[in-house]
């Protein structure tokens, strides 16, 4: 006869780094994914039956429905630092605990933001298909002309650390003059640091060479940008949303890049991915990319880590290092 274990019980719900699952495996009792199988949110629910904890990506949601539909379930640890996937009213009410994984991916990002700017503004994408395409036959004096990205003026839409990050690199590495947008104002000393200067959001929309989307999701940020905000950029201006998905109206964009209302976009995220608007895949100037903006191995070996430590932290200390909540009840 097998007794119970009395080792919490963990879902991890998608493929980790092996040597996380082992850490995990070597103080829970472990169900994973190795084989990173895509389940519905009936079958998450089933997988969580009986589970005091999970290990989440930004794919799959916590809703208020598999809450209560799994009581035993105490925390949800996210490998993500945005968690737009978890309901976190709902978590915080019937007593869950969320934790996120913030810091450890900031750069990385800011990077990637960074390298899609320069990819979009600098046409990298769509030259790159007409030389593969055969089609480069000689040189000419305006082929494949972008717009400049030292000196111009760097917009940055959410300046949190990652819009921070990519705020230093336009500033100390290619002379942009940045303007930014946010809910908050940084201090001074934050501003200084990385030569940003806050504006209302229609200076930042008129004013933009390039801008960059780092705001989180919310029903406030849903579709920031759409048509009406388009219309405002300059016609030669690069968009940029390494953020998530419906912060930009998609097909509204599709329309600005198809007639010119704006020069370029370069899009890491996307309205209802892993699908993208139709009208995306067919305009040449946008840069597609599907959502690796924090994938280095270092860095996403650092987020499972965080995740993990975090599940870690809870069972045996009873705290965590990146809440999200305060939960208002123990379900203990
Ligand atoms: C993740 C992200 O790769 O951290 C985030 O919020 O968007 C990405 O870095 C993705 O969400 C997978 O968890």
């Not at 379930?73 to 934790?99: E, H, K, W, Y």
Request: with cysteine; proline share 4%.
């Amino acid at each position: 006869m097998t007794t119970p274990s009395s080792k919490p019980r963990i879902l991890v719900s998608r493929a980790i780094f092996p040597e996380v699952l082992a850490q995990l495996e070597s103080v829970f009792d472990v169900e994973h994914n190795q084989a990173d199988a895509l389940w519905s949110a009936q079958e998450l629910i089933t997988r969580l039956q009986g589970k005091d904890g999970v290990l989440t990506t930004g794919s799959e949601c916590i809703s208020a429905e598999l809450l209560q539909a799994c009581p035993q379930l105490r925390i949800c640890a996210n490998m993500a630092v945005g968690f737009n996937n978890f309901d976190v009213p709902a978590m915080t009410a019937s007593g869950v605990q969320g934790t996120n994984a913030p810091d450890v991916l900031t750069e990385t990002t800011a990077d990637f933001g960074f390298a899609l700017l320069m990819a979009t503004a600098r046409r990298m994408a769509e030259s790159e298909h007409f030389l593969r395409a055969g089609l480069w036959k000689r040189w000419s004096y305006d082929m494949f002309c972008g717009s400049d990205i030292h000196g111009a003026t760097l917009g940055i839409l959410g300046m949190g650390r990652i819009g921070q990050g990519i705020a230093r690199r336009g500033f100390h590495g290619f002379g942009m003059k940045v303007i930014y947008h946010n809910r908050r104002r940084l201090d001074a000393e934050m501003e200084a640091a990385c030569g940003a200067r806050y504006v209302d959001k229609a200076t930042l929309l008129t004013q933009s060479d390039h801008l960059v989307l780092v705001v989180p999701y919310s029903a406030e940020s849903h579709h920031v940008i759409g048509a009406k905000e388009l219309a405002q950029m300059k016609s030669t201006a690069t968009l940029v949303n390494i953020a998530r998905g419906g912060i930009v109206d998609d097909a509204a964009l599709a329309c600005a890049l198809r007639s010119g209302q704006i020069a370029a976009a370069g899009l890491d995220v996307f309205e209802g991915e892993p699908r993208v608007h139709p009208d995306l895949l067919t305009v040449p100037n946008v840069v597609l990319t599907p959502h690796i903006a924090s994938a280095t191995l270092a860095t996403r070996r650092a987020m499972a880590q965080l995740a993990a430590d975090n599940l870690l932290r809870f069972f045996v200390h009873g705290d965590v290092l990146t809440p999200v909540n305060t939960p208002v009840a123990s379900r203990n």
